[in-house]
C-alpha cells in the first residue's frame, strides 16, 4: 500500500470514531488530512519509507481551538494511536502519529504568510512554491469549519501577473542555459562538469515551465521529475531530455537543446503566453513580448496625456 492510502485510511476506521467520541463538539469544526511528503505525491517507495511514513495523519485547528484544546488533544490521540497499525509501522515520525497544528501558524510557518492573499497581494515568495504545490496537490479528508479549504482556494494558483513573471523566469533560466550558454560557449569548451551543470539548469527550467504553463506550481527539484512526467505535454519533452543527459555527444546534444527549445516556444505560443512577434524564438520569447506590451501601454498612456 502506498503512504497516503494507508494514512487515509488510519485517518478513516480510528482517528475519525476516536475523535468523535471523545471530542464530538472539536470534530465538528477540525479539518484533517495529509499536506506534505513525499506520499501526498504518491512517490513514496522503499528508500522514502524511512521517515515521516505511515499510519499517521494532520489535524488542523483555528487559532482560538488550538490555544484552549490542542495540547489535550495531541496528548489524547498520540497516548491512544495504534502503532503498528494493521501491519503498518510508522517511521521516522518520532512518536507522534497525529500531528496537531494550528491553521494560521501551519501557513507561518510553512509559507511566510499571515493570511490568505488578494489578488496580487500577499502572496508568498517564490521560494516557498514547493509548499504551495503540495498544498494544492495534498488531500483534506474532512474540514468542519472550511477554514483550511479556505486558505487553500486563495492560494490554488497564481495570479496572472505573478505567473507571467514566473514563466519570464524560467524562461530566462532555458536561454541562458540553453541556446545562450551551452550552443554558444559550452559545447565548443567541452567542459564535462560546466556542461553537466549547464544542462541540469536547462533541464530544470523546461520541466518547471511545462507544469507553469499548465497554471500549476512546481515542486522542489527532488520530485521535479516525477511530476512533471504527469503532464499531458511532458510526452513531447521526455525522451528528448533523457537522452539530452544519458548520451556524451556534444553535436547531437546541441540539437536536442535546440529543438527542446522550439517545443517550449511553441507551446508558449499555443498557450497564448506569447505573440511571436518577439524576434528570436529561443531568446526570451516571454520577455520580449512583455517589453512590446508595456511600451504599447506606455504609448496609449502618452496619448491620453
Known amino acids: 500500500m502506498k503512504g497516503l492510502e494507508i494514512a487515509r485510511e488510519f485517518f478513516s476506521s480510528w482517528g475519525w470514531p476516536f475523535l468523535t467520541e471523545r471530542f464530538p463538539d472539536l470534530a465538528n469544526r477540525i479539518a484533517a488530512g495529509r499536506l506534505l511528503g513525499s506520499d501526498v505525491l504518491g512517490g513514496d517507495d522503499e528508500v522514502s519509507r524511512d521517515h515521516d511514513w505511515g499510519p499517521q495523519f494532520h489535524l488542523f485547528l483555528s487559532a482560538e481551538d488550538y490555544a484552549t484544546s490542542g495540547s489535550e488533544l495531541s496528548e489524547a490521540l498520540n497516548v491512544a494511536a495504534p502503532n503498528p497499525w494493521k501491519g503498518h509501522k510508522l517511521a521516522g515520525a518520532g512518536d507522534k502519529s497525529v500531528q496537531v497544528q494550528s491553521i494560521p501558524e501551519w501557513f507561518q510557518k510553512h509559507l511566510k504568510i499571515a493570511q490568505p492573499p488578494t489578488g496580487t497581494t500577499g502572496w508568498p515568495a517564490t521560494t516557498e512554491e514547493s509548499t504551495l504545490y503540495f498544498l494544492r496537490h495534498g488531500e483534506i479528508w474532512v474540514d468542519g469549519s472550511g477554514e483550511l479549504s479556505a486558505w487553500r482556494s486563495s492560494l490554488h494558483e497564481y495570479p496572472d501577473q505573478i505567473l507571467r513573471q514566473r514563466l519570464a523566469d524560467e524562461c530566462f533560466r532555458i536561454w541562458q542555459h540553453g541556446e545562450y550558454n551551452f550552443v554558444q560557449r559550452m559545447a565548443p569548451r567541452r567542459d564535462p562538469m560546466a556542461i553537466a551543470i549547464c544542462l541540469g539548469e536547462f533541464i530544470t527550467g523546461v520541466m518547471r515551465i511545462v507544469l507553469l504553463m499548465d497554471r500549476d506550481f512546481t515542486p522542489y527539484w527532488k520530485w521535479l521529475s516525477f511530476e512533471f512526467r504527469k503532464q499531458p505535454q511532458a510526452a513531447g519533452y521526455a525522451s528528448l531530455l533523457e537522452e539530452l543527459v544519458s548520451i556524451h555527444a556534444i553535436e547531437r546534444q546541441v540539437d536536442i537543446v535546440q529543438k527542446v527549445c522550439g517545443l517550449v516556444h511553441r507551446q508558449l505560443l499555443d498557450g497564448g503566453w506569447v505573440t511571436g512577434?518577439?524576434?528570436?524564438?529561443?531568446?526570451?520569447?516571454?520577455?520580449?513580448?512583455?517589453?512590446?506590451?508595456?511600451?504599447?501601454?506606455?504609448?496609449?498612456?502618452?496619448?491620453?496625456?
Not at 279 to 305: H, K, Q, T, V, Y
Open 277 to 305: 512577434r518577439g524576434g528570436n524564438p529561443f531568446l526570451l520569447p516571454l520577455l520580449n513580448d512583455r517589453i512590446e506590451l508595456e511600451n504599447r501601454d506606455g504609448d496609449r498612456r502618452g496619448m491620453r496625456s
